[in-house]
Protein backbone atom coordinates (compact mmCIF):
# COMPACT_ATOMS: atom_id res chain seq x y z
CA UNK A 1 0.00 0.00 0.00
CA UNK A 2 1.41 3.08 -0.96
CA UNK A 3 1.07 6.46 0.99
CA UNK A 4 0.58 10.09 -0.08
CA UNK A 5 2.90 11.21 -2.02
CA UNK A 6 3.51 15.11 -3.05
CA UNK A 7 5.72 16.82 -5.80
CA UNK A 8 7.29 18.55 -6.20
CA UNK A 9 9.21 19.03 -3.00
CA UNK A 10 10.47 22.29 -2.68
CA UNK A 11 9.63 25.48 -5.06
CA UNK A 12 10.30 28.71 -5.69
CA UNK A 13 8.32 31.43 -7.48
CA UNK A 14 7.80 34.89 -8.17
CA UNK A 15 5.30 37.23 -7.00
CA UNK A 16 2.54 37.40 -9.53
CA UNK A 17 3.42 34.05 -11.21
CA UNK A 18 0.88 30.76 -10.96
CA UNK A 19 2.30 27.58 -9.18
CA UNK A 20 0.46 23.82 -9.78
CA UNK A 21 1.45 21.19 -6.85
CA UNK A 22 -0.04 18.25 -7.41
CA UNK A 23 -0.82 14.86 -4.90
CA UNK A 24 -1.27 11.54 -5.51
CA UNK A 25 -3.98 9.74 -3.02
CA UNK A 26 -3.39 6.95 -0.82
CA UNK A 27 -4.40 3.20 -2.92
CA UNK A 28 -8.38 2.61 -1.95
CA UNK A 29 -8.82 6.57 -0.90
CA UNK A 30 -11.33 9.19 -2.44
CA UNK A 31 -10.97 12.06 -1.44
CA UNK A 32 -8.29 14.81 -0.62
CA UNK A 33 -7.83 17.98 1.32
CA UNK A 34 -5.67 20.49 0.96
CA UNK A 35 -4.10 22.61 3.70
CA UNK A 36 -1.81 25.53 3.70
CA UNK A 37 0.57 25.20 6.76
CA UNK A 38 2.93 29.27 7.52
CA UNK A 39 6.13 28.74 9.19
CA UNK A 40 5.18 28.10 13.10
CA UNK A 41 1.57 27.78 12.83
CA UNK A 42 -0.96 24.88 12.40
CA UNK A 43 -2.54 23.90 8.78
CA UNK A 44 -4.92 25.86 7.54
CA UNK A 45 -8.17 24.31 5.59
CA UNK A 46 -8.07 25.35 1.91
CA UNK A 47 -10.70 22.63 0.32
CA UNK A 48 -11.43 18.77 -0.58
CA UNK A 49 -12.61 17.19 -3.45
CA UNK A 50 -14.65 14.33 -3.03
CA UNK A 51 -15.42 12.35 -6.58
CA UNK A 52 -13.90 15.20 -8.76
CA UNK A 53 -16.10 17.87 -6.99
CA UNK A 54 -15.57 20.26 -4.55
CA UNK A 55 -16.50 19.30 -1.01
CA UNK A 56 -15.65 22.17 1.41
CA UNK A 57 -13.66 25.13 1.12
CA UNK A 58 -11.42 27.13 3.85
CA UNK A 59 -11.35 31.17 4.11
CA UNK A 60 -9.02 31.09 1.00
CA UNK A 61 -9.68 33.61 -1.77
CA UNK A 62 -10.65 31.98 -5.40
CA UNK A 63 -7.21 32.35 -6.83
CA UNK A 64 -6.57 29.43 -4.77
CA UNK A 65 -8.29 26.22 -6.93
CA UNK A 66 -7.89 22.69 -7.50
CA UNK A 67 -8.83 19.48 -9.32
CA UNK A 68 -9.73 16.19 -8.60
CA UNK A 69 -8.87 13.35 -11.58
CA UNK A 70 -10.60 9.89 -11.81
CA UNK A 71 -8.06 8.05 -10.43
CA UNK A 72 -7.83 10.21 -7.35
CA UNK A 73 -5.07 12.26 -7.72
CA UNK A 74 -4.90 15.90 -7.33
CA UNK A 75 -3.83 19.42 -8.39
CA UNK A 76 -3.70 22.59 -6.32
CA UNK A 77 -3.56 25.69 -8.22
CA UNK A 78 -2.78 29.24 -6.85
CA UNK A 79 -2.94 32.08 -9.39
CA UNK A 80 -1.77 35.62 -8.62
CA UNK A 81 1.15 34.60 -5.89
CA UNK A 82 1.56 36.84 -3.23
CA UNK A 83 4.20 36.76 -0.75
CA UNK A 84 2.06 35.45 2.18
CA UNK A 85 1.55 32.22 -0.19
CA UNK A 86 5.13 31.24 0.96
CA UNK A 87 4.17 27.99 3.34
CA UNK A 88 4.49 24.24 3.44
CA UNK A 89 1.22 22.70 1.14
CA UNK A 90 0.12 19.41 2.54
CA UNK A 91 -1.91 17.07 0.94
CA UNK A 92 -4.09 14.37 2.62
CA UNK A 93 -6.36 11.64 1.43
CA UNK A 94 -9.09 10.07 3.05
CA UNK A 95 -11.64 7.61 2.44
CA UNK A 96 -15.36 9.16 2.79
CA UNK A 97 -17.41 6.39 4.48
CA UNK A 98 -14.51 5.77 7.23
CA UNK A 99 -15.50 6.30 10.72
CA UNK A 100 -13.36 8.85 11.83
CA UNK A 101 -12.24 10.78 9.09
CA UNK A 102 -8.75 9.50 9.31
CA UNK A 103 -6.57 11.98 7.02
CA UNK A 104 -3.74 10.64 6.02
CA UNK A 105 -0.84 13.56 4.76
CA UNK A 106 1.54 13.75 2.54
CA UNK A 107 4.96 15.28 3.41
CA UNK A 108 4.27 18.15 1.75
CA UNK A 109 5.61 20.98 -0.68
CA UNK A 110 7.14 23.87 0.68
CA UNK A 111 6.60 27.12 -1.70
CA UNK A 112 8.48 29.97 -1.46
CA UNK A 113 7.33 33.20 -3.24
CA UNK A 114 9.73 36.37 -3.66
CA UNK B 1 -16.67 29.84 16.13
CA UNK B 2 -13.86 27.08 15.50
CA UNK B 3 -10.75 27.77 17.36
CA UNK B 4 -7.89 25.68 18.68
CA UNK B 5 -5.63 26.81 21.44
CA UNK B 6 -2.19 25.17 22.60
CA UNK B 7 0.83 26.31 24.23
CA UNK B 8 3.85 26.60 22.11
CA UNK B 9 6.69 24.85 23.98
CA UNK B 10 6.88 22.02 26.58
CA UNK B 11 10.15 20.71 28.10
CA UNK B 12 10.46 17.55 29.96
CA UNK B 13 12.84 15.14 31.19
CA UNK B 14 13.54 11.68 29.58
CA UNK B 15 11.46 8.97 31.02
CA UNK B 16 9.26 11.29 32.66
CA UNK B 17 5.59 12.02 31.39
CA UNK B 18 5.01 14.60 29.08
CA UNK B 19 1.29 16.30 29.03
CA UNK B 20 -0.16 18.50 26.25
CA UNK B 21 -2.98 20.67 26.68
CA UNK B 22 -5.32 21.91 24.53
CA UNK B 23 -8.58 24.00 24.80
CA UNK B 24 -11.29 23.73 21.69
CA UNK B 25 -14.35 25.71 20.62
CA UNK B 26 -16.94 24.31 18.85
CA UNK B 27 -18.95 22.02 21.06
CA UNK B 28 -20.41 20.12 17.77
CA UNK B 29 -16.85 18.41 16.90
CA UNK B 30 -17.49 14.79 16.55
CA UNK B 31 -13.54 14.06 16.58
CA UNK B 32 -10.81 15.19 18.33
CA UNK B 33 -6.73 14.43 16.82
CA UNK B 34 -3.51 14.53 18.06
CA UNK B 35 -1.67 14.97 15.15
CA UNK B 36 2.82 14.71 15.33
CA UNK B 37 4.93 16.60 12.88
CA UNK B 38 8.49 15.64 13.10
CA UNK B 39 10.85 18.10 11.37
CA UNK B 40 10.20 17.61 7.47
CA UNK B 41 8.06 15.15 7.72
CA UNK B 42 4.03 15.52 6.79
CA UNK B 43 1.64 15.08 10.13
CA UNK B 44 1.35 11.47 11.21
CA UNK B 45 -1.86 10.65 13.24
CA UNK B 46 -1.11 9.14 16.71
CA UNK B 47 -4.75 9.25 18.01
CA UNK B 48 -8.46 10.22 18.09
CA UNK B 49 -11.37 10.58 20.34
CA UNK B 50 -15.14 10.44 19.61
CA UNK B 51 -16.63 13.03 21.04
CA UNK B 52 -18.70 10.90 23.54
CA UNK B 53 -15.62 8.99 24.86
CA UNK B 54 -13.99 11.07 28.39
CA UNK B 55 -10.85 8.97 27.90
CA UNK B 56 -8.93 6.82 25.69
CA UNK B 57 -5.78 4.46 26.30
CA UNK B 58 -3.14 3.81 23.54
CA UNK B 59 0.43 1.69 25.06
CA UNK B 60 2.11 5.17 26.19
CA UNK B 61 -0.71 7.45 24.63
CA UNK B 62 -3.85 8.71 26.88
CA UNK B 63 -6.50 11.43 26.04
CA UNK B 64 -8.51 13.44 28.22
CA UNK B 65 -11.38 14.47 27.18
CA UNK B 66 -13.34 17.51 29.05
CA UNK B 67 -16.53 18.57 26.88
CA UNK B 68 -17.96 20.45 29.27
CA UNK B 69 -14.59 22.62 29.46
CA UNK B 70 -13.70 22.10 25.70
CA UNK B 71 -10.65 20.72 26.92
CA UNK B 72 -8.19 17.98 25.55
CA UNK B 73 -4.81 16.41 26.95
CA UNK B 74 -2.33 14.29 25.53
CA UNK B 75 -0.33 12.39 28.04
CA UNK B 76 3.29 10.87 26.89
CA UNK B 77 4.20 7.84 29.46
CA UNK B 78 7.89 7.64 29.52
CA UNK B 79 8.54 10.28 27.17
CA UNK B 80 11.95 9.58 24.83
CA UNK B 81 14.33 11.42 22.74
CA UNK B 82 12.05 10.21 20.05
CA UNK B 83 9.39 11.65 21.02
CA UNK B 84 10.59 15.36 20.22
CA UNK B 85 8.29 16.54 17.18
CA UNK B 86 5.77 19.31 17.24
CA UNK B 87 2.32 18.04 18.30
CA UNK B 88 -0.94 19.17 16.80
CA UNK B 89 -4.55 19.15 18.83
CA UNK B 90 -7.34 18.90 15.95
CA UNK B 91 -10.81 18.70 15.86
CA UNK B 92 -13.73 18.28 13.33
CA UNK B 93 -16.75 19.99 13.45
CA UNK B 94 -20.26 18.54 12.96
CA UNK B 95 -20.77 21.17 11.07
CA UNK B 96 -18.36 20.82 8.14
CA UNK B 97 -16.74 16.83 8.30
CA UNK B 98 -14.46 18.07 5.22
CA UNK B 99 -12.22 19.54 7.23
CA UNK B 100 -9.90 19.31 10.54
CA UNK B 101 -9.07 22.36 12.46
CA UNK B 102 -5.79 22.71 13.63
CA UNK B 103 -4.42 24.34 16.39
CA UNK B 104 -0.88 26.30 16.06
CA UNK B 105 1.25 22.76 17.98
CA UNK B 106 3.28 22.45 21.17
CA UNK B 107 6.66 21.96 20.32
CA UNK B 108 7.83 18.99 22.51
CA UNK B 109 11.58 19.12 23.25
CA UNK B 110 13.69 16.24 25.53
CA UNK B 111 16.05 17.07 28.17
CA UNK B 112 18.42 14.37 28.99
Known amino acids: ETGVTQSPTHLIKTRGQQVTLRCSSQ?????VSWYQQALGQGPQFIFQ???????GRGNFPPRFSGLQFPNYSSELNVNALELDDSALYLC?????????????FGPGTRLTVL | GEDVEQSLFLSVREGDSSVINCTYT??????LYWYKQEPGAGLQLLTY?????DMKQDQRLTVLLNKKDKHLSLRIADTQTGDSAIYFC????????????FGSGTRLSIRP
Open chain 1, 92 to 104: ASSFIGGTYNEQF
Open chain 1, 27 to 31: SGHNT
Open chain 1, 49 to 55: YYREEEN
Open chain 2, 26 to 31: DSSSTY
Open chain 2, 49 to 53: IFSNM
Open chain 2, 90 to 101: AESPYSSASKII
